[in-house]
């Protein structure tokens, strides 16, 4: 489970450009779960998913993760969570650029045949032996998500990881997550503008403005199939 105690997150506090991103969020993530963070551009989503992984530190507050206070954890610790519990998918890809796509994919892991068998189901098989910048954005975004599922991490954060597939694509991705979010008990944590994910999921958290405007249980998860997208 994730705890998170009135956290705030200030950009540049004490100058003329201060920003306030968060405001005293308060709210708690259960394991095994999948919450939908939504809410409208700048409304402090992204942040939030950055402040729950610990790329960002927080300002105040606290955020526990299985009763650890990750927010108070050194850069080494959290670096060392990272690795061992935490999957990130990201809206900008991260790829590293001078890898080729498998190597981004595995990293220093073992080639896994699981993996390689969703590589080529999602149509980028062929494009295993390039590099990131001879690849289309819909292709860099599912080596992401193969990478990430690759990890078989507790928990995924997710920041618009549909947001350069198409529709196939996209309900190709969800489904694999929902599977592992069944089958592993992973947590998924995901940022979305798509509306229509709320559907698939446990939780619904809607941001606005740096504040949790509502957290709703979802009592009708329905399937990635039965949503028409």
């Known amino acids: 489970m994730i705890k998170i105690k009135n956290i705030s997150k200030i950009y540049n506090k004490g100058k003329f450009n201060e920003f306030i991103a968060l405001k005293s969020i308060s709210c708690q993530i259960e394991t095994g779960s999948w919450t939908t963070v939504v809410g ?15 790329l960002e530190r927080i300002s105040a507050g606290e955020i526990y993760l299985d009763e650890e206070k990750i927010s108070e954890l050194s850069e080494k610790k959290l670096l060392l969570l990272r690795k061992n519990k935490i999957s990130f998918i990201f809206q900008d890809y991260n790829l590293i650029e001078d890898l080729k796509m498998i190597e981004n994919i595995f990293l220093d892991t073992k080639v ?62 969800l489904k694999v997550l929902k599977q592992i979010n069944k089958e592993r008990k992973t947590t998924i944590i995901m940022v979305t503008h798509n509306t229509l994910i709320e559907k ?30």
């Open 40 to 54: 409208a551009s700048g409304s402090g989503k992204s942040t939030l998913l950055k402040c729950l992984s610990g």
């Open 200 to 229: 698939i999921s446990d939780y619904v958290v809607t941001v606005h403005d740096g504040e949790i405007l509502s957290y709703e249980k979802n009592n009708l998860v329905t399937e990635v199939d039965d949503v028409q997208w």
């Open 112 to 173: 896994d045949d699981s993996i390689l068998t969703l590589a080529n189901d999602w149509g980028v098989d062929d494009v295993l032996y390039r590099f990131p910048n001879e690849c289309s954005g819909g292709q860099r975004q599912k080596i992401a998500i193969l990478r990430a599922l690759n990890q078989k991490s507790s928990i995924i954060f997710c920041d618009e990881p549909t947001g350069a597939l198409d529709t196939k694509s996209s309900k190709e991705v």
